[in-house]
């Protein structure tokens, strides 16, 4: 049977293909993959706007090739973790 974390992970796997695969290169996020990625998957998403999309891409595309790779996702997700605890940690004091 599957655990919490282990859905958890399959979710963000699953999550990157859902939109990895629409356009170009299967194995990596487009720009306009990324953006659908964060406007449908993430609540912040929602009120981003193009510029800071591009910010977003910028930051995250470390090899500066206009695509986002697993691993440069995984940087994101680690990233955004990091917040998460952040955010729990200062709720739990
Ligand atoms: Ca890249």
């Known amino acids: 049977m599957e655990t919490p974390l282990e859905k958890a992970l399959a979710t963000l796997v699953l999550?990157?293909?859902?939109?990895?695969?629409k356009e170009g290169n299967k194995f990596t996020l487009s720009?306009?993959?990324l953006k659908a990625l964060?406007?449908?998957?993430?609540?912040?998403?929602?009120k981003m706007k193009e510029r800071n999309i591009d910010e977003l891409m910028k930051t995250l595309d470390k090899n500066s090739d206009d695509e986002i790779d697993f691993k440069?996702?995984?940087?994101?997700?680690s990233a955004l973790c990091m917040a998460y605890n952040d955010f729990f940690h200062q709720d739990g004091k």
């Open 31 to 33: 720009r306009g993959e």
């Open 72 to 77: 440069e996702y995984s940087a994101f997700l």
């Open 15 to 21: 999550t990157f293909h859902k939109y990895s695969g």
């Open 38 to 46: 964060v406007k449908n998957e993430l609540g912040l998403g929602q």
